[in-house]
């Protein structure tokens, strides 16, 4: 048996895809899972139930891919066509599998239902195909061999998908590839990166191959490379090439340009990492937020285990909840506004005094997309981190952006505010 | 200009999506929409940021359908292709856009920052395609006729593709399609469902249909349909159809079977109908939060001009902080447990004491993974809404899902609990 080409294209058949009915959530699954394997994606296609444009894609994918995995298609319907789809492209009969209809039958017998005939259907494979047994539905699938490469047909529901591609596919996989998982990979370096616009991050790493090429272990031309993704609270990236020593001087020089709180080592949440610093330590935190009106809340509760460290948190959007909640003076108020540093650092002091948390947090600013001045414009944030003991961080920030985007940075701001002040950084480092 | 032939291609580049990094969502949005539209997709792909594959497969769409719509790759780096790609494929020139340019630097200047000059390849066009401007993002799309087809790039991130196709794309297909905005597509009615699984949407729609087409006023054959689109918050749907009247009976049947505060006309948020409800009232709301953990908060101040009535919350996640900030009695806690009635009741009482609103809402609830027992399992949740004057509803739910879906559903039926209580409707309304 030859090898198999390393590529993989998935195709995912049900008009209830193609007309958004159904989310398809296989190409996500799948597509991690094959990467990992060695066999990346090259190609993914989803396609409503019609012979003929399902007939030509699996002829397409089986010239193209190494790996070819269809899912969906093995109902009982009329609608579900993968059987016959496979036998007819690879030339093969389909053939009743006796044991698959025992098993059918068991099941339907199990539950006290009589077994329609047109399940009998469920229990043809095409011819020199292998079964892949289904422990949570009615409908096995198949596995086989056609020319260079590799087809599998598999449920279209994911919780009978995806134990079978876990449990059953991946060590045909591993077999057939005739080799262990990852040899031929070559190694990643995963990051993430904090209050960074992408263009900037995209800038750091050409500069930063520039000059890891120009130096002294310069690593072979077109060996190093990267990917980049956008999340609500972050930038992650992957930077890939065949040396890992490369891969390490381009993240260093990254993190001379961002430093070492803003740019970090795997796929990490600025909440993730805050509520990781204080269980480390033993520590609570609770927050006052003006303008981000809940969503540091929000993000730290969003994690399981997150009461362990959080004592809960004061919105105090309108200034009469600013001096009623926290005791913000008026005073404070009337004088230098809501949108002070007097009255982030009034608002970390009054949580404080009444949550018994070892650090507070506290952010004002102007969210937008009114309330902004010549002197405050949209995007004027003020935050305070503060420890019980006494001391305390606060620091201007103008975060670029829409209301969503100033809320969201404004949040990320925060806790690595509290991450600053916990570690005894300067929060100069923030940029 | 010839009429489009009637099917769809989805292209979706990146390698974050092959690579099963992000899920892709844009085929079920897309694959929903053109449905509806007339140009139902026939093939959708995914495909990794590689420029060779991405132009066969684009050459392929163009020669396959009328419509081809082309999402991701327009941001500034060096992994955005579209542009690029889809001028080989035509055999454009990449066309330098002033205005684009000029909206981009606004941008920047806006939010006080310098704008990265590799930014400047978002501002270029294919030579003979129109821009479509992005109102939330920095990346414009664009559209033109390329032979018989109409090519369409859309930008990547779901929250900047979705208002530029329902508010730039829709109409363009409308008119290219050779004929006026809904002439042969018939007319529509959006709306809005909260609380109601899609399936048993989906079962109400199909039943609803047969209801009208053997009633009185049966409309033509094939005259309803519709479109379903699952958002954080609720189901937005659009029924279409020949006739005015067809579609109303089906609102009329669904409206039957959900009630009119679960079922609503347009797309509407539960906590923009609360926001909406208070400022006509002139009336004021306030929360408690323990397991939506600020996530209410966040909803409502996620709105431009929500602190209009919007006081402040109490973000009350450990029992400590319910008895200091709320005032809820140790004993109420020991007695009942924090997920109980009397618990949600103290909330909203203590809660009344404090903030200076017509209205409280207090919600507590177990998220989960943790924390679930057989009397009180993962997804019990207690709301209590109260107004300053005394009246008090307090409610149980069972939520289904895991800790995001119980978080986010708590907060819809939080949100529709206050607008019961003031509106004076009976709770039972909500399922």
């Known amino acids: 048996v030859s090898e198999l080409p390393r590529s993989s294209v998935l195709l995912a058949v049900g008009t209830e895809l193609t007309e958004g009915v159904v989310l398809n959530t296989h190409f996500r699954f799948l597509g991690s ?30 010239a193209a891919a190494g790996v ?3 899912t969906g298609g093995l109902g009982p319907t009329s609608d579900d066509l993968t059987r016959e789809v496979v036998a007819q492209v690879t030339g093969r009969k389909l053939v009743f599998q006796p044991q698959v209809w025992e098993t059918l039958l068991g099941m339907y017998a199990a539950s006290g239902r009589q077994i329609p005939q047109t399940n009998r259907k469920q229990a043809q494979i095409p011819e020199g195909f292998r079964i892949l047994q289904n422990v949570v539905g009615t409908a096995p699938g198949f596995w086989g061999r056609v020319g260079a490469s590799l087809c599998v047909a598999l449920p279209g529901p994911p919780a009978e998908l995806e134990p079978m591609f876990l449990r059953l596919v991946v060590p045909v996989l591993e077999a057939q590839a005739g080799q262990a998982p990852g040899e031929q990979l070559g190694g990643e370096l995963p990051g993430s990166v904090f209050m960074v616009p992408e263009s900037l991050l995209e800038e750091a790493l050409q ?23 956008v999340a609500e609270d972050r930038i992650t990236f992957t930077l890939r090439g065949a040396e890992a020593q490369g891969r390490e001087e381009l993240f260093a020089y990254l993190q001379g340009r961002f430093g070492p709180l803003r740019l970090r080592r795997g796929d990490l949440r600025p909440s993730g990492l805050l509520f990781e610093l204080l269980r480390q330590r033993g520590e609570t935190v609770s927050f006052a937020e003006s303008c981000t009106g809940g969503l540091l809340a929000k993000m730290l509760t969003d994690m399981p285990g997150s009461s362990e460290v959080f004592w809960g948190a004061v919105v105090a959007y309108a200034n009469a909840a600013k001096t009623s909640l926290l005791g913000v003076p008026e005073a404070t108020l009337a004088e230098h506004g809501a949108v002070s540093p007097q009255t982030a650092s009034a608002m970390s002091y009054g949580l404080l005094r009444c949550a018994g948390t070892g650090v507070g947090v506290a952010v004002t600013g102007i969210a937008g997309p009114e309330g902004g001045s010549a002197e405050k414009p949209v995007g004027t944030v003020w935050i305070s981190a503060r420890l019980r003991e006494g001391a305390e961080l606060c620091r201007h920030f103008l975060v670029p952006g829409g209301r969503d985007q100033v809320r969201r940075r404004s949040a990320v701001a925060a806790f690595l505010m509290a ?3 916990l570690r005894g950084q300067d929060p100069a480092v923030l940029g």
Not at 33 to 55: C, H, I, N, W
Not at 210 to 223: D, F, I, L
């Open 419 to 421: 991450e600053c002040l």
């Open 68 to 70: 070819v995995v269809i």
């Open 33 to 62: 899972e094959l990467k990992s394997l060695g066999f990346p994606v090259v190609r993914a296609v989803q396609l409503p139930d019609e012979p003929a444009l399902f007939g030509a894609e699996l002829r397409a994918a089986l």
């Open 207 to 229: 500069q930063g191959r520039q000059a890891v090429v120009a130096g002294p272990s310069a690593p072979a031309e077109g060996g190093l490379s990267w990917g980049t993704r």
